[in-house]
């Protein structure tokens, strides 16, 4: 498996006991929704709006996550519609906080530009968005 990273670091935030399942393991649910707000985010920014998840492809959990690990979030525009973007998301963690960086879980998460009655919208050109251009390059 690559131990690189794709895309850029979006969120980190630790894994708590509170979020375990019954086998003592994070819950795969915390870690999908942790995907989805670091996506959400990656995706809001090139659509310069609201944005709604829309699907989940290619959901892997790859390795388990444990108490006290750092989870951090990868993400990257894959493409773009008229109105949705397909963002690919990696999470990686720092075991126990400073020990080795492993992929847990990867994906592909689309959303739809919305406006503020939930509608889909166009997304701006590349062109037009000199700031978030530099922010990725
Ligand atoms: C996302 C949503 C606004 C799309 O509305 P819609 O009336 O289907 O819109 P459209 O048919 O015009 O499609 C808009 C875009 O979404 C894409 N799309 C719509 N449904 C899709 C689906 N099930 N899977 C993948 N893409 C989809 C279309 O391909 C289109 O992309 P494009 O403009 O880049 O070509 C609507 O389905 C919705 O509100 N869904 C709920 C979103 C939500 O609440 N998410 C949080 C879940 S808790």
């Not at 935030?13 to 870690?31: C, E, K, L, Q």
């Not at 990867?106 to 919208?121: M, Q, R, S, T, Y």
Request: glycine share 8%.
């Amino acid at each position: 498996m690559s131990q690189t990273t794709r895309g850029r670091i979006t969120t980190r935030t630790i894994a708590m006991p509170g979020d375990t399942n019954p086998s003592g393991d994070i819950f795969g649910g915390w870690v999908l929704s942790q995907m989805d707000i670091a996506a959400g985010i990656c995706a809001g920014q090139r659509a310069q709006s609201r944005v709604v998840t829309v699907s989940v492809d290619k959901m892997s959990f790859i390795r388990p996550v444990k108490v006290g690990d750092i989870l951090g979030i990868y993400t990257e525009v894959d493409s773009v519609g008229k109105t949705s973007i397909n963002v690919h998301i990696e999470a990686w963690v720092r075991r126990d906080r400073i020990g080795l960086r492993e992929k847990v879980t990867e994906a592909k998460f689309k959303f739809v530009a919305v406006n503020d009655d939930g509608k889909p919208i166009p997304l701006p050109v590349f062109e037009d968005l000199p700031s978030y251009v530099s922010q990725i390059q």
